[in-house]
């Protein structure tokens, strides 16, 4: 549905965006991750149409034809800084905001109605926005962006400043947005949720792209490998030794609890290493894991070389 081709943007001598391609596809949640500064937002503006690439295109599938630009009435936006009119009641705001991607007013009363129920604020629809808690404004400013019914959707930032009962609440949005056909591209930086919500993602540094892909792709690319975490009954040096010097062993630690944890370099087999463990120590508990979204983007992103120009604003 959305093809980013070699985009570019700059800022004075800032390189905010370089190079920058990726593809979204119709009917999924995709996320775009990166550290402050790596050039998301400007990306996002791209995206919506608020600014142009300098050089590179952005391409929508607008259902039967390739254009630069999404209609407005089938994009949906909640941008990284909040927006919504704190002197006017909930149900005022979103007929308002309703009206301006092409819902009639009857329209956006009954769009606006059914969301502020669905969101659990049905009995508030008449108080102004500003008598709500971030968490609800939030709810609503969700709602703004979504209840005329877009093909995509773009969410900056969803999950900030909500505590972790609204950030179950947002994953279930999200979730619910995708199962009723629309297509979810979101960023935020609490990777533990991305890795329960996203289908794919893209994370970007200093403009640039650093890993594309599915999370299993993700984890490949990186490299880090898979970790077998055995609960032995006594160890020794010299045996956890002969494990760190296994080809298929790049890493060995002691746990806190006395586990010790064998991490297999790459693709490496895991039975040699488990037949050899076997030899060397007396296993009575074994359980295997994958490193976590949160610990992949913390090595990757981290170890990303800084270009010669400034960091992307």
């Known amino acids: 549905m959305l093809t980013v081709s070699n985009v570019h943007r700059r800022f004075a001598t800032v390189h905010a965006v370089n190079d920058i391609s990726f593809r979204v ?15 998301k937002s400007t990306l996002l503006r791209m995206l919506v149409g608020i600014t142009r690439p300098d050089s590179g295109r952005v391409a929508w599938d607008t259902g039967g034809a390739i254009s630069d ?28 905001f309703g009206s301006l ?46 209840l005329h019914r877009p093909r995509f959707v773009i969410l900056d930032e969803p999950f900030s400043g909500l505590d972790p009962l609204n950030q179950e609440v947002f994953l279930t949005l999200v979730r619910s947005l995708r199962d009723e056909g629309m297509t979810v591209l979101f960023s935020a930086h609490q990777m533990a949720l991305v890795e329960r919500l996203a289908d794919r993602l893209f994370v970007m540094q200093h403009g640039r792209e650093v890993l594309y892909g599915t999370i299993p792709d993700v984890r ?94």
């Not at 596809?25 to 050039?39: D, Q, R, S, W």
């Not at 006594?234 to 494990?243: F, G, H, R, Y």
């Not at 895991?270 to 074994?286: H, K, S």
């Open 220 to 313: 490949a690319q990186w490299g880090g490998g898979r970790r077998l975490v055995l609960h032995v009954e006594q160890s020794s040096a010299l045996a956890l030794d002969e494990v760190r010097a296994h080809a298929a062993v790049s890493r060995v630690a002691m746990l806190e609890n006395g586990a010790i944890e064998v991490t297999l370099a790459g693709s490496a087999p895991m039975g040699e290493v488990l037949a050899r463990c076997a030899q060397l120590f007396t296993i009575v508990d074994i359980r295997t894991e994958q490193p976590s979204l949160h610990e992949v983007y913390i090595n990757t992103v981290g170890a990303a070389i800084a270009p010669s120009t400034q960091e992307a604003a």
């Open 101 to 146: 991607r092409g819902l009639s007013r009857a329209e956006a009363r009954a769009s606006g109605t059914a969301w502020l129920e669905r969101l659990e604020l049905g009995a508030r629809l008449k108080d102004k926005v500003g008598s709500l808690s971030k968490g609800n404004q939030q709810k609503v400013q969700f709602a703004a962006a979504v």
């Open 25 to 39: 596809a119709e009917g999924e949640i995709f996320a775009l991750l990166g550290p402050n500064g790596a050039g």
């Open 69 to 96: 630009r999404l209609p407005a009435e089938q994009i949906g936006y909640l941008p990284e800084d909040r927006g919504i009119y704190q002197d006017q009641p909930l149900l005022t705001v979103l007929e308002y």
